[in-house]
């Protein structure tokens, strides 16, 4: 089983790869919807891969409740806490058998390699250096684990900082006539704030997603009006990165309804939040806001 929103290769690898390749039967679900959840769990179901903050919708899940639900159905719990990173959550505490995180992103915190990590117990992550590192590779280079290293020892000021600034930000793309929703799990219309109140700790990290009134041409031409902001697929460096996900996008049927228009992924950075927010109004004015 495996969230119904997640990282696009983690969609490909679950949906194409694991069911062509393998014959492995996997079923999506909106793991925000414990009932959801529930009722998919089947008498074969081995794994439950879920992401929370999910991305790019930014739902939670309740990794608590969800891995109550696969340990009784003797499976195990995958989390993939990228978006949270271990300062803001900690998924093996609140029962999950594996947590994932993309170093890639905020833990390296740059932009300048290429990394991954999997925790859980000492059997599970034996399994792992002795199956899938041997048979499927995946091992990360000296280099990029120098730079992964360097990266982290500022995580906990670094993580503090985007905390501040994309609730700073997501205030004002709220607050803001041109912008027709924003998701950030720190704001109290967010569906799940409550749950990423008791869940996430120290802060509700740095991304977000949201759309501005008006149609495509419109969503792009505010794109190419931002200046500090810079128009990318990551997330987690030190600059603010945006990308744009349009309406006729393959990945677009597994977004819910209101993001069926096009949307924004908002990766804020560690700039001067007021900056950020001049090049956001800026680019509002030159587009939505005539």
């Not at 089983?1 to 790869?17: P, T, W």
């Not at 739902?59 to 159905?73: R, W, Y």
């Not at 998924?91 to 890639?104: E, K, Q, V, W």
């Amino acid at each position: 089983m495996c969230s119904q929103v997640c990282y696009s290769a983690v969609n490909i690898l679950f949906r194409r790869l694991l069911p062509e390749k393998y014959n492995i039967q996997v079923s999506f679900v909106d793991s925000t919807n414990l009932d959801e959840v529930r009722k998919a769990v089947r008498p074969n179901t081995k794994l439950v891969h879920i992401e929370t903050p999910g991305n790019p919708t930014t739902g939670i899940s309740d990794i608590a409740e969800i891995s109550k639900i696969a340990h009784n159905a003797g499976a195990l719990l995958s989390v993939d806490s990228t978006f949270a990173t271990p300062i803001l959550q900690k998924p093996l505490a609140l029962g999950a058998d594996l947590c994932i995180h993309s170093m890639t992103k905020y833990i390296n915190g740059h932009g300048d390699c290429l990394g991954g990590c999997v925790l859980g117990s000492t059997a599970l992550i034996n399994q792992i250096k002795e199956q899938a590192m041997v048979n499927f590779g995946g091992v990360i280079s000296p280099f990029n684990a120098w730079l992964t290293s360097r990266g982290i020892t500022t995580l906990p000021l670094r993580m503090k900082q985007y905390c501040e600034n994309g609730m700073r930000v997501a205030e004002y793309l709220e607050a803001c006539p041109a912008v027709r929703f924003v998701h950030y799990p720190g704001l109290k219309s967010h569906p799940q704030h409550g749950l990423a109140a008791r869940q996430m700790q120290n802060g509700y990290s740095a991304m977000l997603s949201f759309a501005v009134n008006g149609d495509e041409a419109l969503q792009v031409r505010f794109l190419d009006s931002l200046n500090l902001i810079v128009h990318a697929v990551s997330l987690g460096d030190m600059e603010s990165l945006i990308v744009y996900t349009g309406k006729d996008s393959p990945k677009m049927p597994y977004y819910p309804e209101e993001y069926r228009d096009g949307f924004y992924r908002f990766s804020v950075g560690l700039e001067d939040p007021d900056d950020i927010i001049e090049d956001l109004e800026q680019a509002f004015r030159k587009t939505c806001l005539r």
